[in-house]
């Protein structure tokens, strides 16, 4: 069963979540038709978990999980937050989708995020502990000295030196400029991060140290991760639940191990069976997806993925599959997820 | 001429290769030293972090340096077939410059490239005077339909008409698994998928039935499954024309499922080269054991945290002395790794490796001076 807000272990829960984009032609602008970039997507976040997001470029992850946090509008659907602002227990719930944004700003402290690209989410022109300080400031938190050894403690927590402080992001590498961005986003004391790609554009070796770091953080600050990656083997590693989006819709959520070992739809299998492998005497045996991702403003009907499924039958052209539970904590979306012997990896 | 001798199937063989780049704060030894070879018909798999020198070695080869760049010395032995007589001649590159007739007609038939995306890299890109062949083609130019632009550069690297040139296109692009090619040549590089922009790179690079291909990260911009079936298509279009391909990607992977041999690069040298079976089932050098284990593995990592190499790349102007991994290295022998040089040598599974662990005069010095 897939839990509900109701329960108190649910920090966040998405329903029948949209965002659609206008397409817009001519002099006038005139909208034409719309992106389907989250179509009727559902989920939720355990608090303390870490929930991990992936599928193809451009299949929606960005989209569902900014509008799951409210950085963007949602076109139709709730977010149900739980907040623990005001004091202890089970907390409130508060649906993020329709809540006016004058009352968002006290929740936001409750949210964070970490973008992809250390280099461009990082003003240049701002000293490492102004730009951690920043988040503080604008919430009306900066006590001054008080603040100062917030910000150094922040800093120590990521791996960074008190010499670093009055540095600015050009000095730094990389991998350091994704732990400011890290440090920024613990400097409100969030309970849930969005991690958008943290990882994706470092180093081996730097990918390591900071998946490492995250680990770390999570249980020092009591966090919860919805964690956004195309690398399928990083998000095996740091994910306790994982989630598989296509053209807009979730497909498959179960438990990481179910997930890789036990696959319930055909796109997840896919999926892992081309991810590459590091070990030259087992190559993986690859299924074949023939063909392009469908273009979100004009999917294809019934199950979206139907056109690239060696398993589609007549029923997949005309009935779009719901995602459904098919077992303990395992939800997939696909018509015959239940009757198909699937290949998981090992 | 180079009087060396190559082995007949060594297609390449680059000794001791050093490049500096003049930048305003002085020198920078990207390559101090590069030693590797690559067999006809098989793919060497080149690895190693970010600033490494896997992109500059790629270009040294092509002699496509930026002008800030010089090839300071070493060789780079190419073994040229004469298809007509079966007769070999060895040429050193190194020796030849960028705009030789020479230069221009290997770059154009016998040895090819696709260039990582700018976007991939990690590493700020130097675009700014570069020395760019006629022949070569960096990116698909936007106002361009693709066939325009295949057909030219296909006519430069064949030396055929522009009208034949174009039928090789667009059966180029049937090779390359791009569905309805007669409809695809007409259309603009922005309306295609980013694989497919790629498969296009490859197309024009293959047309010309290369000796040699050099893939610079070709698909570290690409998802998974686009890049599997890029990396698929790699390998049955090495089937069917039997070229060399240098591979140079950060994913261990890709390499795994793509190479035969894999060298791995440290601040600008070869630190361990052998076969893909040697170097991830009994890797000699710390660095490379270091990398191995620093990658998440799925099904392995279940609650576990993953290995680190500590520290970070120095830059390239306080590059240690000594083993240049020294500052890094988990079994460092302080006084020792800094002090000297090590040279490749073979280890473990026949590979070479480049640490002092495996050099025999250097461990005997060191028991000899542990025992007094
Ligand atoms: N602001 C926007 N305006 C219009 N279309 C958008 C906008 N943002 C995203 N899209 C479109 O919505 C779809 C989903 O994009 P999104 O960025 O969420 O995908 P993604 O899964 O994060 O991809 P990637 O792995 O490349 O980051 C794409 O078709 C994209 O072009
Ligand atoms: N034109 C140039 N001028 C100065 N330095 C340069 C130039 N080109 C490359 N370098 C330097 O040479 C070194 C090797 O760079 P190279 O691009 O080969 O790295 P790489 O291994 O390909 O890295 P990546 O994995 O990020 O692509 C780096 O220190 C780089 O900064
Ligand atoms: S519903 Fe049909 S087309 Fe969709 S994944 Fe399942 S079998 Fe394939
Ligand atoms: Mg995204
Ligand atoms: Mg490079």
Redesign the pocket.
């Known amino acids: 069963m897939p839990a509900s807000i109701e329960d108190p272990g649910v920090l966040l829960e998405v329903r029948n979540l949209k965002k659609y984009f206008p397409i817009r032609k001519g002099l006038l602008r005139k909208v034409v038709g719309h992106i389907k970039a989250v179509d009727d997507v559902s989920f939720e976040i355990r608090k303390g978990e870490t929930l991990g997001l992936v599928g193809e470029s451009g299949c929606g992850k960005t989209t569902a999980s900014r509008t799951a946090i409210r950085l963007y509008d949602p076109t139709d659907g709730a977010v149900l937050f739980r907040s623990h602002a005001n004091g202890s227990g089970d907390g409130e719930v508060y649906d993020l989708a329709t809540l006016p944004l004058r009352d968002m700003k006290p929740l936001r402290r409750e949210i964070a995020m970490v973008f992809q690209d250390p280099i461009n989410s990082l003003n240049p022109r701002m000293s490492v502990s102004d730009i951690v300080r920043e988040p503080l400031r604008v919430h009306g938190l900066d006590l001054g000295r008080e603040t100062d050894e917030e910000v150094q403690g922040l800093l120590s927590a990521v791996g960074l030196r008190p010499e670093h402080m009055e540095r600015y992001p050009h000095e730094f590498s990389g991998g350091q400029r994704q732990r400011i961005g890290i440090a920024r986003a613990l400097a409100l004391r969030p309970s849930l991060i969005l991690l958008d790609e943290p990882v994706s554009a470092l180093?081996v070796s730097i990918q390591a140290q900071t998946l490492n770091l995250l680990q770390d953080l999570q249980e020092e600050f009591d966090l919860t991760y919805l964690f956004v990656a195309h690398d399928l083997s990083v998000v095996e590693h740091i994910s306790d639940r994982v989630a598989v989006m296509y053209v807009g819709r979730m497909v498959e959520v179960a438990p990481k191990r179910e997930l890789y070992t036990n696959p319930r739809h055909p796109y997840t299998e896919a999926l892992l069976s081309a991810s590459p492998k590091p070990d030259p005497r087992n190559p993986t045996v690859r299924i074949p997806l023939i063909g392009q991702v469908p273009d979100p403003s004009n999917p294809p009907s019934g199950c979206y993925f139907h056109p690239r499924c060696q398993y589609a039958e007549d029923i997949c052209r005309t009935e779009t599959p719901p995602l459904m539970t098919i077992g303990e904590d395992h939800a997939s979306a696909c018509h015959f997820a239940d009757k198909l012997e699937l290949q998981g990896m090992q | 001429m180079a009087t060396a001798t190559l082995d007949s199937e060594v297609l390449l063989d680059i000794r001791d290769l050093q490049?500096h780049?003049?930048?305003r704060r002085g020198t920078?030894r990207?390559?101090e030293g590069v030693n590797f070879t690559i067999r006809k018909s098989k793919t060497l798999g080149v690895i190693?972090?970010?600033?490494?020198?896997?992109?500059?070695?790629?270009?040294a080869i092509m002699q496509l340096?930026?002008?800030?760049?010089s090839i300071v010395s070493g060789e780079m032995l190419y073994n040229r077939q004469r298809d007509d007589s079966g007769d070999s001649e060895l040429i050193d590159i190194a020796q030849q410059p960028s705009d030789s007739q020479l230069m221009r007609d290997l770059r154009g038939g016998e040895i090819a490239m696709i260039f990582?995306e700018p976007m991939?890299?990690?590493?700020?890109?130097?675009t700014a005077?570069l020395h760019i062949g006629e022949s070569i083609q960096l990116h698909l130019k936007p106002r361009q339909t693709v066939g325009d632009q295949m057909a030219k550069a296909i006519a430069r690297q064949n030396r055929i008409p522009r009208e034949e040139a174009r039928q090789i296109a667009v059966e180029m692009l049937d090779k390359v698994g791009i569905p309805r090619p007669e409809e695809r040549v007409v259309s603009y590089p922005h309306e295609l998928s980013g694989g497919q922009r790629q498969r296009v790179m490859i197309a024009i690079a293959l047309s010309c039935g290369p000796k040699l291909l050099i893939a610079?990260?070709p698909t570290t911009a690409l998802d998974v499954t686009t890049q599997a079936q890029i990396n698929d298509l790699m390998l049955d279009l090495q089937e069917e024309f039997g070229m060399a391909i240098m591979y140079?990607t950060?994913d261990l992977g890709v390499i795994a499922e793509m190479a035969e041999d894999i060298a791995v690069?440290y601040l600008?040298r070869i630190v361990e080269q052998g076969t893909t079976d040697a170097i991830f089932y009994n890797p000699q050098h710390p660095y490379t054991r270091a990398l191995l284990r620093s990658i998440p593995r799925i099904g392995q990592t279940e609650g576990s945290r993953l290995e680190v190499i500590e520290g970070m790349v120095p830059?390239?102007f306080s590059i240690p002395t000594g083993c240049s991994f020294n500052n890094r290295c988990p079994d460092v022998m302080p006084g020792v790794c800094d002090a000297r040089m090590p040279e490749l040598l073979i280890a473990g599974d026949g590979q070479r490796a480049a640490c002092l662990l495996h050099d025999p005069d250097t461990m005997q010095e060191v028991t000899r001076a542990r025992v007094h």
């Open positions: 180093d | 490049v780049f003049d930048v920078v990207a390559l190693g972090e970010s600033g490494s020198g896997k992109s500059v070695t790629a270009r340096l930026a002008k800030n760049g990582q991939s890299s990690l590493t700020p890109v130097y005077g610079d990260e140079i950060h690069m600008g830059d390239p």
